[in-house]
C-alpha cells in the first residue's frame, strides 16, 4: 500500500463531535478528494475515517486541520506529521438509498448501515438520509428487529450475574417527568435489579439524567453501573457515558434539527437499550393527550402492540402504560426543582397526585410482571409510604458519589424569581406543556440547574385574582427577564373566563 500523502497537524480549537478534517484546497485537489469526500487519517499506528472540509485562507499547503475529536483519536499533537489517504465511500450509502427507494433491507444491510454510524463512516447527511427514509418509506418488523438487534450487538452489553433484572422507559413528551427518581428505589428495595439508563435533555428543561445530576455523579461505566446495580439494586445512570448502543446517540443527533422521531428508529431506540443491560422484563410509559408526542390514546394502543411484538422477537417481556400526558408530571419543571419535589415526596411520603399514582402505578406493574407482589400498587405503595424507598434512594446517591444525608431542602434552586398571578376568577382550563418547557428553558434549564418552573393551579383547579398560577426560577437575571417576556407573550396556563381576543378590535358608534 502506498504510504499516502503526508501532513503537519493544525489544531483547530473547535469541538464537534464529527470526525472531520481541513485540507487546503491544492492538496485537496492533488489526492482527489472534494468536500464531503472522505479520508483515511493514519498515525503511529492509529487511523481514524474522516470527512472533509476545506479551508480556504486558513490552512497551508502540507497543513491538516485537526478537531480535537481526530487529535484524540489519534493521539497526535500540533506538529505532529500524519499520513492520508483517500477513502471510498461506504457501500452501506447504496443500502440507505435502497431504503430510500422504498426496498426492504436484508438483515446484513441493516447490521452494516449500523456498524458505519457507530465507527463515523457516515456523514451526517447519510444519516439524515436514512432516518428521513425510515420517517416516509418505514421499516416492517424484520427490518426493525434486525435494527435493534445491530443497535445492541455494535455496543456494550451487561450481563448480570444474580437476581432479576427489569427496567421501564418514558418514551418522553411530558415535562416535569421526574419518575425514575421513585420507581427506581422502589423497584430496588423490592429486591430486583433495576439498572436504569437515563438521557439528558433535548428539547425538554430536563431529563432524567439532568435531575439526577444534581444528587449524584450520572457518568458511570457500564462496569460501575453492573457493580452498584448489584450492590445496592439499582443505579440512575447516564446513557450517553457509556457504550451502550451508541447508535443510537448519534442517529438522534440528526434527528433533533429535523424534529422527527420515526417509529422504527423510536422502536429501537428504547428497545435496545433494555436488552443491551440484560433486562428480561420492561414497562413502557407512554404519555398521551393535548401536547404530548402520542395524541391519541388509539394510536399509543397501536404503540404499545409494536412494542409488545418487538419484546417477544427480542425475548423481552414487555408491559405499556398508556398515561395521562396532557399536563406535567407533578408541578416542578427543571433539575433542581424536579430533585426537589422527588426527594421532597420520599422524605414526607406524600406528594402530587399525578407524581405518586404514576410513579407507584409503573413500579406496581413491574412488581406483578416479575411475580413479586399480586397488587403492585399497593406493594409500591408500602414500599413507599414505609421509608424503605427513601432509604434505597440515599444508598443509590451514596453508591453513585453523591451525599446519602442530602435533603429537599438543600437542592441548589435559583433564587431569582417572577409570579404569574391570574387577573380572573375561574379555573384552570388549559395547561400547555410546549409552552411551559419554552419558558424552563429561557429562563435556563437545563444547563443552568436551578432554573424552571413550579407550577401552583394546574388543569381543573379553582384560581381567584391575585392567586399565583406559575412561579419563574433562574440563576441568572437576564435569563429570567427573558423568561418573563415569553411567558406573557405566550401564557401556558388558561383560566376560564379569559378573554382571549376582541374582535373586531374597533368599538362600534
Given at each position: 500500500m502506498s504510504s499516502g500523502m503526508k501532513f503537519r497537524v493544525k489544531k483547530i480549537p473547535v469541538k464537534i463531535e464529527r470526525l472531520s478534517v481541513i485540507l487546503n484546497q491544492s492538496d485537496a485537489e492533488e489526492i482527489g478528494v472534494l468536500v464531503g469526500d472522505r479520508v483515511r487519517v493514519t498515525s503511529g499506528g492509529k487511523s481514524c475515517t474522516a470527512d472533509v472540509q476545506i479551508g480556504t485562507g486558513l490552512i497551508e499547503r502540507g497543513e491538516i486541520g485537526l478537531y480535537s475529536s481526530v487529535m484524540d483519536e489519534l493521539r497526535v499533537d500540533e506538529g505532529d506529521e500524519v499520513n492520508v489517504f483517500p477513502f471510498p465511500r461506504p457501500v452501506s450509502v447504496d443500502y440507505i438509498r435502497k431504503k430510500m427507494d422504498g426496498h426492504k433491507l436484508t438483515k446484513d444491510e441493516i447490521y452494516q448501515i449500523i456498524e458505519d454510524i457507530v465507527s463515523n463512516s457516515l456523514t451526517d447527511v447519510e444519516i439524515a438520509a436514512f432516518v428521513i427514509s425510515n420517517y416516509v418509506k418505514t421499516m416492517d418488523f424484520d427490518e426493525i428487529e434486525w435494527m435493534t438487534k445491530a443497535m445492541i450487538e455494535t455496543g456494550e452489553t451487561i450481563t448480570f450475574e444474580r437476581g432479576i433484572v427489569v427496567d421501564k422507559h418514558s418514551i418522553g413528551g411530558v415535562p416535569g417527568n421526574k419518575i425514575s427518581l421513585i420507581i427506581v428505589p422502589t423497584i430496588a428495595a423490592s429486591g430486583l435489579l433495576i439498572p436504569k439508563t437515563a438521557s439528558r435533555a433535548i428539547t425538554s428543561a430536563s431529563g432524567t439524567a439532568d435531575t439526577m445530576e444534581v444528587l449524584a455523579n450520572v457518568n458511570l461505566s457500564v462496569e460501575e453501573i453492573k457493580e452498584i446495580t448489584e450492590r445496592v439494586g439499582g443505579v440512575i445512570a447516564w446513557g450517553g457515558a457509556t457504550y451502550i448502543a451508541p447508535a443510537d446517540d448519534k442517529i438522534i443527533q440528526v434527528e433533533y434539527p429535523l424534529s422527527i422521531d420515526p417509529k422504527p428508529q423510536l422502536l429501537a431506540s428504547v428497545m435496545a437499550k433494555k436488552g443491551a443491560i440484560g433486562a428480561k422484563y420492561a414497562v413502557i410509559d407512554i404519555p398521551t393527550g393535548e401536547g404530548a408526542k402520542v395524541p391519541t390514546v388509539e394510536i399509543a394502543r397501536e404503540l404499545s402492540n409494536d412494542f409488545v411484538e418487538l419484546g417477544r422477537r427480542l425475548g423481552l417481556n414487555i408491559t405499556c402504560a398508556i398515561t395521562y400526558g396532557g399536563q406535567p408530571v407533578g408541578r416542578a419543571i427543571g433539575p433542581a426543582l424536579e430533585a426537589w419535589e422527588a426527594l421532597k415526596a420520599l422524605e414526607e411520603r406524600k406528594g402530587s397526585t399525578s407524581l405518586l399514582e404514576k410513579s407507584l402505578g409503573l413500579a406496581g406493574i413491574?412488581?406483578?410482571?416479575?411475580?413479586?407482589?399480586?397488587?403492585?400498587?399497593?406493594?409500591?405503595?408500602?414500599?413507599?409510604?414505609?421509608?424503605?424507598?427513601?432509604?434505597?434512594?440515599?444508598?443509590?446517591?451514596?453508591?453513585?458519589?453523591?451525599?446519602?444525608?442530602?435533603?429537599?431542602?438543600?437542592?441548589?434552586?435559583?433564587?431569582?424569581?417572577?409570579?404569574?398571578?391570574?387577573?380572573?376568577?375561574?379555573?384552570?382550563?388549559?395547561?400547555?406543556?410546549?409552552?411551559?418547557?419554552?419558558?424552563?428553558?429561557?429562563?435556563?434549564?437545563?444547563?443552568?440547574?436551578?432554573?424552571?418552573?413550579?407550577?401552583?393551579k394546574k388543569k381543573g383547579e379553582v384560581v381567584k385574582p391575585g392567586d399565583k398560577l406559575f412561579t419563574i426560577y433562574a440563576e441568572k437575571e437576564w435569563k429570567l427577564t427573558q423568561a418573563i417576556e415569553l411567558a406573557l407573550k405566550e401564557p401556558p396556563i388558561m383560566v376560564s373566563g379569559m378573554i382571549l381576543e376582541k374582535y373586531p378590535s374597533y368599538r362600534m358608534i
Open positions: 413491574l412488581l406483578e410482571m416479575t411475580g413479586k407482589a399480586a397488587n403492585g400498587y399497593e406493594s409500591a405503595r408500602r414500599f413507599f409510604e414505609s421509608g424503605k424507598s427513601l432509604e434505597k434512594f440515599k444508598e443509590i446517591i451514596e453508591a453513585q458519589g453523591g451525599d446519602p444525608n442530602v435533603k429537599s431542602d438543600d437542592m441548589p434552586i435559583g433564587d431569582k424569581t417572577y409570579h404569574v398571578e391570574s387577573a380572573y376568577e375561574g379555573a384552570v382550563v388549559s395547561v400547555d406543556n410546549k409552552r411551559l418547557v419554552r419558558i424552563a428553558r429561557a429562563a435556563g434549564a437545563p444547563k443552568d440547574k436551578g432554573a424552571g418552573i413550579y407550577i401552583h
